[in-house]
């Protein structure tokens, strides 16, 4: 079985520029979220998705949003990158349900200069 | 607002020693907890599952308990092991699956 896969690993960007990260959701997973770790903190959740429609999203601006296709891969695009927006971004699946743990993609490390 | 709060934050010794990692919460309003693993830049290893109907919850030689009333959550490893040495996170499930995160406790496990 395929864990959660992420693409790409480490990805270096200009301020002001726009950028697309992927995840690829564990096999049987229709719950996606995605996760911002900045260096030294723990992750902060930005939105989830569950059956390709947005369900709860945490305190970040528009210019971040996402997409989940039908195969339950998921997008997430930063707009107008700003310094700040230099983190680690996780992405978790689940097959959805309280009883199932959340798993985790290794990350996309991403730089904005 | 959901606050989580590791203690220690860092944490150093020797290999054998019994540990405890504590994790308080300030709404005990959530769904369940989660335990994880971070290694250095990667991503995050789920250690253990405590459903909000549950109290306990072990695999192998770790244990993780859960007081929801009084917002607490403690992680015990018995007879640690350098490979051991992670970062170890908590994470209230806020809503359905939506989990909130403290800063984690890094333990180093020396030989």
């Known amino acids: 079985e395929t864990g959660v896969t992420q693409s790409p690993t480490h990805l270096i960007k200009t301020r002001g520029q726009q950028v697309t990260l992927r995840c690829s959701s564990q096999?049987?997973?229709?719950?996606v979220s995605w996760y911002q770790q900045a260096l030294g903190q723990g992750p902060q959740f930005i939105f989830q998705y569950y059956r390709e429609e947005e369900n709860g999203r945490g305190n970040f601006p528009p210019r971040f949003s996402g997409l989940q296709f039908p195969n339950y891969s998921s997008e997430l695009n930063v707009n107008a990158l700003e310094l700040d927006d230099s983190a680690l971004y996780l992405c978790?699946?689940?097959?959805?349900?309280?009883?199932?743990?959340?798993?985790f993609g290794p990350g996309t490390r991403l730089t904005v200069t | 607002k959901q606050e989580v709060t590791q203690i220690p934050a860092a944490l150093s010794v020797p290999e054998g020693e019994n540990l405890v990692l504590n994790c308080s919460f300030t709404d005990s309003a959530i769904y369940n907890l989660q335990w994880f693993r971070q290694d250095p830049g990667k991503g995050l290893t789920s250690l253990l599952l405590i459903q909000s109907s549950q109290r306990e919850q072990t695999s192998g030689r770790l244990n993780a308990s859960l007081d929801k009333s009084s917002g607490r959550s403690t992680l015990y490893i018995a007879a640690s092991q350098p490979g051991d040495s992670a970062t170890y996170l908590c994470?209230?499930?806020?809503?359905?699956?939506?989990?909130?995160f403290g800063t984690g406790t890094r333990l180093l496990v020396s030989p």
């Open positions: 994470a209230p499930w806020i809503g359905f699956q939506k989990l909130v």
């Open positions: 978790a699946s689940s097959p959805g349900g309280s009883a199932y743990e959340q798993y």
């Open positions: 096999s049987g997973h229709n719950t």
